[in-house]
C-alpha cells in the first residue's frame, strides 16, 4: 500500500517529445512537491502545492507545467524534452508546508535520447 | 542564495565504528533540519528530525544541532555495511516553505 506512487518509473523519449509523470499520494497530506534529481545526486526542489495551490516555483524552464487536480495529485507536464532534462524526478508529500516530514515516491528515471 | 553543505565524501568506516556526518546551512533563521538516508537507486527516507539545539537520539543515531554554529551532525553508532548509502542534510529555510537538500555524504561501511 504504497504512500506515494508515481508513474511511470522508467521513461526514455526523444528529444522534443512532450511527457507527463503522474504522483498520487493517500497519506491524505495538504502540500506536495516535484524534486529533481541531477546525475551528481543534487536534489533540488522544483515546485510546491498546498491544498491544489502552487506556493513555490523554483527557476524552472516553463516548459516544465505542474497541475494538480486535487490535493491527492500533483503531476508533471514537460514540452519539448531536451538531454539536459534527463535526471530523477521524485514526488513528494507532507503534512504541510515546510517543517513536517516529507514522504518521497519511488523516482521516475527520465532519459532524453 | 541560502545553501546547505556537505561534504559528498566517500566517508570510510569499518565495521562497528561510529560514523560522523556532518552538515552546515547558511541560513541563521532556519528553525527544521532533517537527515535522509538514500540508497543507490532508491528514494529518500527520513531518519532524524531536529529542531532544537543539542542532541537527538533515536536507537543508533543521534542528530546534534548548534545553531550558533549553523552547523548539524548526524551520528551512527556501531555501524553496519547496511548502513553503507548517501546521507542527505535537508534544512527549512526562514520564510521558505519546502525543503533545501545539500549535496549528500556518501558512507561506506566496510565488513
Known amino acids: 500500500d504504497t504512500a506515494v506512487s508515481q508513474t511511470p518509473k522508467y521513461l526514455v523519449t526523444q528529444m522534443g517529445n512532450d511527457k507527463s509523470i503522474k504522483c498520487e499520494q493517500n497519506?491524505?497530506?495538504?502540500?506536495m512537491y516535484w524534486y529533481k534529481q541531477d546525475s551528481k545526486k543534487f536534489l533540488k526542489i522544483m515546485f510546491s502545492y498546498n491544498n491544489k495551490e502552487l506556493i513555490i516555483n523554483e527557476t524552472v524552464p516553463n516548459r516544465f507545467s505542474p497541475k494538480s487536480p486535487d490535493k491527492a495529485h500533483l503531476n508533471l507536464h514537460i514540452n519539448s524534452l531536451e538531454l539536459g532534462d534527463s535526471a530523477v524526478y521524485f514526488c513528494a508529500s507532507s503534512r504541510g508546508q515546510g517543517d513536517t516530514e516529507a514522504f518521497f515516491g519511488q523516482g521516475t528515471r527520465l532519459t532524453v535520447v | 542564495q541560502k545553501e546547505v553543505e556537505q561534504n559528498s565524501g566517500p566517508l570510510s568506516v569499518p565495521e562497528g565504528a561510529i560514523a560522523s556526518l556532518n552538515c552546515t546551512y547558511s541560513?541563521?533563521?532556519?528553525?527544521?533540519f532533517f537527515w535522509y538516508r538514500q540508497y543507490s537507486g532508491k528514494s529518500p527516507e527520513l531518519i532524524m528530525f531536529i529542531y532544537s539545539n543539542g542532541d537527538k537520539e533515536d536507537g543508533r543515531f543521534t542528530a546534534q544541532l548548534n545553531k550558533a554554529s549553523q552547523y548539524v551532525s548526524l551520528l551512527i553508532r556501531d555501524s553496519q555495511p547496511s548502513d553503507s548509502a548517501t546521507y542527505l542534510c535537508a534544512v527549512v529555510n526562514s520564510g521558505y516553505s519546502t525543503l533545501t537538500f545539500g549535496k549528500g555524504t556518501m558512507l561506506l561501511v566496510s565488513p
Open positions: 497519506l491524505g497530506h495538504d502540500t
Open positions: 541560513d541563521r533563521g532556519s528553525q527544521s
